[in-house]
């Protein structure tokens, strides 16, 4: 006779928090982002994210021409003047995210043009680890030259804390 065993992993819904860590000092990552036979800019990379959405007006995705790292934003949260082919929210491209940055650098609202934000933070945050320019030490990311598509996630009312 011969026994089989069967191994089962149950992992139950968990709620997960930010440390206080920069990025650059998780597992040594800087050491291995410095060496110059790798080249661990992310130029060229597109980098795809689901989460609470972006800061685009955030230094640390913008070019230094004044141009966004983003190429699109779908912010499912946006019901009002729906735009772009998406069945809810809108989606706003690099044009309109360009022209909202601008706005803003001449004083006016961005987010007449972009009303996409990022309340919560953590999207940002995530952006942040992942591609952040540097301007900020604490978190330059590790493909600082990538390039986002963010997706801002409309909540669900079953997961939510009140």
């Not at 191994?7 to 928090?17: A, H, P, Q, S």
Request: hydrophobic share 35%; aromatic share 8%; glycine share 10%.
């Amino acid at each position: 006779m011969k026994l089989i065993k069967l191994i089962m992993l149950v992992e139950t819904r968990g709620i997960y928090v930010l440390q206080d860590i920069p990025p650059v000092n998780v597992d040594s990552i800087y050491n291995i982002k410095i060496n110059p036979y790798l080249n661990l800019t992310g130029k060229g990379v597109t980098i795809g994210m689901i989460d609470t959405g972006i800061d685009y007006l955030n230094k640390e995705f913008i070019r230094e021409d004044g141009t966004s790292r983003i190429i699109k934003i779908w912010d499912q949260t946006v019901t009002k003047n729906t735009k772009g082919n998406v069945y809810i929210g809108s989606e706003y491209s690099n044009d309109d995210i360009n022209r909202a940055i601008a706005n803003s650098k001449k004083g006016l609202d961005p987010y007449e043009i972009v009303p996409s934000k990022d309340e919560v933070g953590h999207g940002t945050s995530m952006a942040g680890i992942i591609g952040a320019r540097g301007y900020n030490p604490d978190i330059e990311g590790v493909a600082n030259d990538c390039e986002f598509i963010i997706v801002k996630l409309l909540p669900s009312p079953n997961y939510q804390k009140y």
